[in-house]
Each structure stands twice: as C-alpha cells, then as structure tokens.
C-alpha cells in the first residue's frame, strides 16, 4: 500500500504545503530586500567595486587580504594587511595597505590542517548601505570571489535568492 494514495494523508500533504506557502510570505518583513547569490559591491576605503559571494554556508565573512603582519598597538593586538582588488568597473588593479585592530581570531579547519585568522572591522557597500562587518582576513587569491559575505552578515541584508546573480548595483 502506497501512502500518498491515501485520502487522508494526501489531504494532510496538501494542507502542509498549503499552510507552508501562506506563511512563508509572513516570514519576509516588509521592504526587505532580496539579493543574488554573487552580487557586486565595493570595499572602503577605497570604495573598490568587486564581486561579492553571499554564502549561507559561512557564518563568518571573509575578505582577501595579502602580506598579513600582526603587531601589537597600544597593548591590543592589531594586523597591517594588504588589500588588493581589480577593479570591475575600471578593470584596474587597486592595492592598499591598511590596518585594523584585531576583533578576535578565528580557528578554520580544513583539508589542509588548522590555521588562525585574524578578524577586522571592514567597511562594504552593499545596495544603498554600508555596513561594518567583522571579516576574516585570508588569502583568497585562488578564490573566484574576493569577498565572501557570510550568515552574520546576511541576517543584516534580507534574502538571498540562489538562482539570481547581480540584483543590485552599490549606490553608496
């Protein structure tokens, strides 16, 4: 005996999948907006216009930085880093050194083994807002997105659409 051919289960099937799309739209707040899986965005402090991964996989955000060099300041632990970016706008490269007090270090395991990140403050534009956002700092030369934008990030920006890409332009 098949149980989808049952009444009673089919019409409990037919209920749930009912109440679940009823409901689903009470989920979404109003005015909240819904973007892409790859979104473009710009980095500050240069206001670098790159691709940016929205990955419900990660929860914390990543950014590609280069030649990390730790450092103590004023008794806190600070990272002097380089970010470099090509420019998808101007097509050009765009590198920057800059520091940023260290938040905290995050502990990533992998294939490879463990190894420590440091996590910094970094100012993005996503749409029509910046937001400051802790991300992890890590070379993601080998990456095709610069920027990864993890699920602490994303609880702040409203939906992620999985079949769409590039939904917004940054306007900030």
């Known amino acids: 005996m098949q149980l989808t051919h049952e009444p009673s289960v089919r019409l409990g099937l037919a209920a749930i999948c009912l109440t679940a799309h009823v409901c689903a739209p009470s989920l979404v707040q109003a005015g909240q ?73 995050l502990k990533v395991r992998g294939a490879g083994g463990a190894e420590t990140r440091p996590v910094v403050l970094m100012k993005v534009c996503l749409g029509d807002k910046v937001y400051e956002e802790e991300f992890s700092l890590n070379d993601r030369d080998k990456m095709n997105y610069p920027v990864l934008l993890g699920r602490r990030t994303l609880d702040k920006l409203g939906l992620v659409d999985t079949t769409k890409t590039f939904t917004v332009e940054p306007s900030c």
């Open 33 to 105: 907006k819904t973007f892409g899986w790859i979104e473009e965005g710009l980095v500050y402090p240069d206001k670098v216009a790159t691709k940016f991964k929205l990955d419900t996989g990660a929860l914390t955000s990543s950014m590609h930085a280069e030649m990390l060099e730790r450092f103590e300041k004023d008794g806190e632990n600070w990272v002097r880093f380089t970010l470099e970016f090509e420019d998808i706008d101007s097509g050009k490269d765009v590198e920057t050194r800059i520091e940023r007090r260290v938040e905290r270090n």
